[in-house]
């Protein structure tokens, strides 16, 4: 009588084991991580600096917008100024005239922009800083909340919306026209995250002969971190109400520029420094 092989029917068992184990397997274990997952918020940390690449204006692209922005500006009291008032859910960039705009920024400052709160703070110390630069005279006054008022604006370029930028306005208010406006900043327009003045208006009791105006261009380029001057000759000199001045040009976006011109005005005894 032939034996009978007993290994055969448990190797046959554990074949039938390892094939259903292999089929089932991954199914059934695939329901449980979604059991221990589903409807539950899991949060986890991400690195940042793998965000993808993020453009940023450079400071003579920054002067050129907003020279570029201040041309084309639509003032409060003109008939088309419906074009600053923004819906609260941010600018409405269909609707904006023109290649650039500079309207009223309704929303106020993000967490990177200086606040209402600080702009007064940050004029005072950026006008200290072109002081010790011999910018401005050691005479100009500080300012204070009580006499100016600050306007938040974005700049923008509707076509390229990507660059766009953020300025404070600073202001002597309308209340105080009338008075003395001796050694006093009359405007500004500052830099909302940097603080670095651009543009200023303010009275003095220094004279055109008493300046140095390549000298104090110089500085001024140096503390806004400018690169590329060149002296620009007018091409219209009757452009200008006082024939105290000095032009200059920097490069800007896409081989624009930007013409800066540092004067003053006899008679009110106003220096300053504008962008067009």
Known sequence: MKPVNRRNPAILGMTMLVLAGSILGPEQLARYKDHGTLNQIIVEETDESSEGYRYTLNSNE?????????????????????????????????????SYSFVINRQGPSGKEITSEEIYEVCNREIGMLKERGVLPDSVKEVRSSSYDAVLYSAIDVLEPQNNMSVWKVSLSTSHQNADKANRLIDAYIDAVSGRIYEFYVRTESTWDQMQPEKMMEEWESYMGLTGREPYESVNPLLETTPNYVKYRFPGIEGGSTVVTIGFYDGINELFIKIT
């Open 62 to 98: 920054k002067l050129y917008l907003l020279s570029e922005c201040l041309n084309h500006q639509v003032f409060p009291e003109s008939e088309q100024s419906a074009m600053t008032r923004i819906p609260a859910s941010g600018v409405d960039y269909e609707n904006l005239i023109g």
